[in-house]
C-alpha cells in the first residue's frame, strides 16, 4: 500500500514558475512507474508526464519543452518542474503510481480506476 501526498502548488502569474512534490511512503517507489495528472472540473484526468522505474520521461503535447518530471529514490519524492506557466494550466494536479504498467501508458490513463493509487490532489492557479 502507497500513500502519496503532493505539496507546492499555488498561485502563480502567467511565466511564472512552480515545482510540484509528491512524497511517497509505504513502499519503494522506485519500483513503480510514477505519473502528474491534472484535472480541471468537468474535464477528464489528463496525463502531462510520467518517468518509467528506469527514469525514461513521457510528457503531453500540452506541457512538452515546459515541465520536467524527475524522481528522487533516496528520498521516495517525485518532482514537477514547471515552468512558463499559462492560465491553460489551472488545475488540480495530482500524482499517481502503478504497479505494472509502463510510463508511456500511464500517461494515456483518463480515469481514477487506471491507476493503482493516487494522491488528493493539489490545486495549481495561474493568472493572465
Not at 65 to 76: C, L, M, V, W
Not at 90 to 114: K, P
Amino acid at each position: 500500500q502507497l500513500t502519496l501526498v503532493e505539496s507546492g502548488g499555488g498561485s502563480v502569474q502567467a511565466g511564472g514558475s512552480l515545482r510540484l512534490s509528491c512524497s511517497v511512503s509505504g513502499y519503494v517507489a522506485s519500483r513503480y512507474s510514477m505519473g502528474w495528472f491534472r484535472q480541471v472540473p468537468g474535464n477528464t484526468r489528463e496525463g502531462i508526464a510520467s518517468i518509467h522505474n528506469d527514469g525514461t520521461t513521457y510528457y503531453s503535447d500540452s506541457v512538452k519543452g515546459r515541465f520536467t518530471i524527475s524522481k528522487d529514490n533516496a528520498k521516495n519524492t517525485l518532482y514537477l518542474q514547471m515552468n512558463n506557466l499559462e492560465p491553460e494550466d489551472s488545475a488540480t494536479y495530482y500524482c499517481a503510481a502503478d504497479r505494472s504498467m509502463t510510463a508511456d501508458q500511464v500517461l494515456r490513463v483518463t480515469s481514477v480506476n487506471g491507476m493503482d493509487y493516487w494522491g488528493r490532489g493539489i490545486l495549481v492557479t495561474v493568472s493572465s
